[in-house]
């Protein structure tokens, strides 16, 4: 019902790659090669006739006819061109029934004339072999041919081989818009560490006169949508060099040998244009640690493929100017061969943005964008924790798009707010209509949450609180705003958090005496706050400053792994005790809030259902003015 103390990563792309493909004809495809099929499938047509052939012997008509009249024809195939069976008689070298095949005398007068006189013949087909020939074996090949050139020229025009076997590394044209470290915001660290490879690059012999040498490869590590792509981008942008493109998935395929293949091919284009860059998107796809699923031989295509891509990495010279630059958001589960040095000496860390680093990423995507006075993306900065450089593009672009619908000649702050309010808690739903009860009861459960949030001594300040319902089952929520970039949180923090996510239910036991399912999502976060607060944190008296359960995550990743028990039956008793006592702290402290604070969070609710959406300041103005009434008339 509620959506407070939003934390969201991004999960998409941050720009769109424009790739081109030297177009090559079928025929000069490595993979094609028509003559060596065309040899197989006439040595089998001619294998399969001599076959035939030496299983049937042909014998003369009148020959015949005479094991007809003697009773000695088993059974036999009539056609209009040859007549096929088996003899009763038994072959002294097989010891099996005579197969024979015939031609036949179309002309029956003539075969009863031969017969009276004892003549032995034998019928003959008119030898056409040139037509046969043309029908028979040039028809059908050349049929075959024109079908495999068309497919495989419709493939290629798509950038790839015939059955998918072809190159498939992508070099980007000069005519594409230039990307710069200008068009890159918020990772100001990493692009410190990618300028040394483009002053490489520019210039090589700048390290080189020193004894040393460029690091062969550098790999980008960090959550979907943080500009992996577009940093290696910007690095081919600011060196002026030719930026290979591939990404991990496009190097495998159902044919063994292919991704090693593609690899060694990858390399030697790079080593012609040399200085350039590499860049392998999605390393994971090809990086995954050998021995590791469900594959264990070791022989598989895909461990093949890396195979070579280390013998590739490994083999180069880095003086040549060939620099290879990777992009993965899972690097726990990378072969430790390619993480050593001499490959991949460089993990370059893109994680989520900050706030500044949010502000002027918003900066970045709203130059085109015509925007009102009323703006301030410091605030739009504050109100999106833990969203990626493709978030604030997206909600960008959203608030142009709601400006337009509204006939807004500019894109106002209302725009972006809506536009926040979007991609947190999905699209306003008006027309799912709720009836007065549960209308009232959601002014309520959120007046709840709102209430404890603005008593609790270390919750940030609420921004807004809407009860109109958004997404696929949110029918309410009460948003707070950070006033400050935090990093850490401490034990009453998490202490207040608990109460605030339990003031919406406590809120409806004090007012209908009964609960909902509205609270559903509540007591979830609550109780993933106190487990974790009790098993990863330490904040337990009874258990200790201690860790319970064995897990294998990157928090700034937000992977979520398997836990592993290792702590006894007992244990785990007074950890889930533990976990209960917290959260039934939580219960009573928003129970002895809202009871004393009752009168205000009436006025709260009344205000919240009659308006449907109140900002935080209109908030303070409810409870400053509540209180100055109780103060007044007591």
Same mark, same amino acid.
């Given at each position: 019902?509620?959506?407070?103390?939003?934390? &969201?990563?991004?999960?998409?792309?941050?720009?769109?790659?424009?790739?081109?493909?030297?177009?090559?004809?079928?025929?000069?495809?490595?993979?094609?090669?028509?003559? %060596?099929? %065309? @040899?197989?499938?006439?040595?089998?047509?001619?294998?399969?006739?001599?076959?035939?052939?030496?299983?049937?012997?042909?014998?003369?008509?009148?020959?015949?006819?005479?094991?007809? *009249?003697?009773?000695?024809?088993?059974?036999?195939? !009539?056609?209009?061109?040859?007549?096929?069976?088996?003899?009763?008689? !038994?072959?002294?070298?097989?010891?099996?029934?005579?197969?024979?095949?015939?031609?036949?005398? +179309?002309?029956?007068?003539?075969?009863?004339?031969?017969?009276?006189?004892?003549?032995?013949?034998?019928?003959?087909?008119?030898?056409?072999?040139?037509?046969?020939?043309?029908?028979?074996?040039? %028809?059908?090949?050349?049929?075959?041919?024109?079908?495999?050139?068309?497919?495989?020229?419709?493939?290629?025009?798509? =950038?790839?081989?015939?059955?998918? @076997?072809?190159?498939?590394?992508?070099?980007?044209?000069?005519?594409?818009?230039?990307?710069?470290?200008?068009?890159?915001?918020?990772?100001?660290?990493?692009?410190?560490?990618?300028?040394?490879?483009?002053?490489?690059? +520019?210039?090589?012999?700048?390290?080189?006169?020193?004894?040393?040498?460029?690091?062969?490869?550098?790999?980008?590590?960090?959550?979907?949508?943080?500009? /992996?792509?577009?940093?290696?981008?910007?690095?081919?942008?600011?060196?002026?060099?030719?930026?290979?493109?591939?990404?991990?998935?496009?190097?495998?395929?159902?044919?063994?040998?292919?991704?090693?293949?593609?690899?060694?091919?990858?390399?030697?284009?790079?080593?012609?244009?040399?200085?350039?860059?590499?860049? @392998?998107?999605?390393?994971?796809?090809?990086?995954?640690?050998?021995?590791?699923?469900?594959?264990?031989?070791?022989?598989?295509?895909?461990?093949?493929?890396?195979?070579?891509?280390?013998?590739?990495?490994?083999?180069?010279?880095?003086?040549?100017?060939?620099?290879?630059?990777?992009?993965?958001?899972?690097?726990?589960?990378?072969? /430790?061969?390619?993480?050593?040095? =001499?490959?991949?000496?460089?993990? !370059?860390?893109?994680?989520?943005?900050?706030?500044?680093?949010?502000?002027?990423?918003?900066?970045?995507?709203?130059?085109?964008?015509?925007?009102?006075?009323?703006?301030?993306?410091?605030?739009?900065?504050?109100?999106?924790?833990?969203?990626? =450089?493709?978030?604030?593009?997206?909600?960008?672009? *959203?608030?142009?798009?709601?400006?337009?619908?509204?006939?807004?000649?500019?894109?106002?702050?209302?725009?972006?707010?809506?536009?926040?309010?979007?991609?947190?808690?999905?699209? *306003?739903?008006?027309?799912?209509? &709720?009836?007065?009860?549960?209308?009232?009861?959601?002014?309520?459960?959120?007046?709840?949450?709102?209430?404890?949030?603005?008593?609790?001594?270390?919750?940030?300040?609420?921004? /807004?609180?809407?009860? !109109?319902?958004?997404?696929?089952?949110?029918?309410?929520?009460?948003?707070?705003?950070?006033?400050?970039? +935090?990093?850490?949180?401490?034990?009453?923090?998490?202490?207040?958090?608990?109460?605030?996510?339990?003031?919406?239910?406590?809120?409806?036991?004090?007012?209908?005496?009964?609960?909902?399912?509205?609270?559903?999502?509540?007591?979830?976060?609550?109780?993933?706050?106190?487990?974790?607060?009790?098993?990863?944190?330490?904040?337990?008296?009874?258990?200790?400053?201690?860790?319970?359960?064995?897990?294998?995550?990157?928090?700034?990743?937000?992977?979520?792994?398997?836990?592993?028990?290792?702590?006894?039956?007992?244990?785990?008793?007074?950890?889930?005790?533990?976990?209960?006592?917290?959260?039934?702290?939580?219960?009573?402290?928003?129970?002895?809030?809202?009871?004393? +604070?009752?009168?205000?969070?009436?006025?709260?609710?009344?205000?919240?259902?009659?308006?449907?959406?109140?900002?935080?300041?209109?908030?303070?103005? @409810?409870?400053?003015?509540?209180?100055? /009434?109780?103060?007044?008339?007591?």
């Amino acid at each position: 019902m509620d959506k407070n103390n939003f934390s &969201l990563g991004g999960d998409k792309k941050p720009d769109i790659e424009i790739n081109k493909t030297t177009e090559q004809k079928f025929w000069q495809r490595p993979d094609f090669n028509f003559f %060596l099929y %065309l @040899i197989i499938m006439l040595f089998s047509f001619y294998m399969w006739e001599a076959y035939s052939t030496a299983r049937n012997t042909e014998i003369p008509y009148s020959e015949f006819l005479q094991h007809v *009249e003697n009773r000695e024809v088993q059974e036999a195939v !009539i056609t209009n061109d040859y007549i096929a069976g088996t003899l009763t008689v !038994i072959d002294d070298k097989t010891h099996q029934p005579k197969r024979f095949v015939t031609i036949p005398l +179309k002309d029956t007068e003539l075969a009863k004339t031969l017969e009276q006189q004892g003549v032995k013949y034998t019928v003959r087909h008119s030898s056409n072999w040139l037509g046969n020939f043309l029908t028979n074996w040039v %028809l059908p090949f050349g049929l075959l041919f024109l079908l495999w050139g068309w497919m495989a020229k419709r493939m290629g025009s798509m =950038g790839q081989g015939f059955l998918n @076997i072809g190159n498939k590394v992508h070099i980007h044209p000069n005519n594409l818009p230039k990307v710069t470290f200008d068009d890159v915001a918020g990772v100001e660290e990493a692009k410190l560490e990618l300028k040394e490879t483009v002053d490489f690059l +520019k210039d090589p012999s700048r390290i080189q006169r020193l004894g040393g040498h460029m690091p062969k490869g550098s790999l980008l590590v960090g959550p979907p949508g943080t500009g /992996k792509t577009l940093l290696a981008r910007a690095v081919a942008g600011e060196a002026g060099v030719p930026f290979f493109n591939i990404s991990g998935s496009e190097f495998i395929e159902m044919f063994v040998g292919v991704g090693a293949a593609r690899v060694r091919e990858m390399f030697e284009q790079a080593r012609e244009k040399a200085p350039c860059i590499i860049f @392998i998107d999605e390393l994971d796809a090809i990086g995954r640690a050998r021995g590791a699923g469900p594959a264990m031989g070791g022989h598989d295509e895909r461990e093949q493929t890396l195979n070579q891509l280390l013998t590739e990495m490994d083999g180069f010279d880095p003086s040549v100017g060939v620099v290879v630059m990777a992009a993965t958001n899972r690097p726990e589960i990378l072969d /430790k061969a390619l993480l050593r040095a =001499g490959r991949f000496d460089r993990q !370059i860390i893109v994680d989520k943005p900050d706030l500044q680093a949010r502000y002027q990423i918003l900066q970045l995507h709203t130059r085109k964008i015509v925007m009102a006075d009323d703006v301030d993306l410091m605030v739009v900065a504050q109100r999106t924790p833990g969203f990626v =450089g493709a978030d604030l593009a997206n909600i960008a672009n *959203e608030a142009a798009i709601r400006a337009v619908r509204e006939n807004h000649d500019a894109v106002t702050m209302k725009d972006f707010e809506g536009a926040i309010d979007r991609v947190i808690a999905g699209p *306003e739903k008006r027309h799912r209509t &709720l009836n007065a009860d549960e209308k009232r009861r959601v002014a309520f459960h959120e007046s709840g949450h709102t209430l404890v949030a603005e008593t609790v001594p270390t919750a940030e300040p609420v921004h /807004k609180v809407s009860i !109109i319902p958004r997404g696929v089952a949110a029918l309410g929520y009460t948003l707070q705003l950070p006033v400050k970039e +935090k990093f850490l949180t401490t034990e009453n923090e998490y202490r207040d958090q608990l109460a605030i996510l339990l003031g919406g239910r406590v809120a409806e036991e004090i007012i209908f005496g009964d609960v909902s399912s509205g609270a559903q999502n509540d007591l979830e976060r609550a109780s993933q706050i106190a487990r974790a607060m009790v098993t990863q944190l330490g904040m337990s008296e009874k258990l200790g400053p201690l860790t319970w359960g064995k897990r294998e995550a990157l928090q700034y990743l937000g992977v979520e792994e398997h836990e592993e028990r290792n702590y006894s039956e007992a244990t785990a008793q007074l950890i889930d005790q533990e976990v209960k006592n917290l959260v039934e702290e939580g219960h009573r402290r928003a129970t002895e809030i809202l009871n004393e +604070k009752r009168t205000i969070l009436d006025a709260l609710a009344a205000v919240l259902e009659e308006k449907e959406v109140i900002s935080g300041d209109e908030v303070k103005q @409810i409870i400053a003015a509540t209180t100055h /009434k109780q103060t007044t008339n007591p």
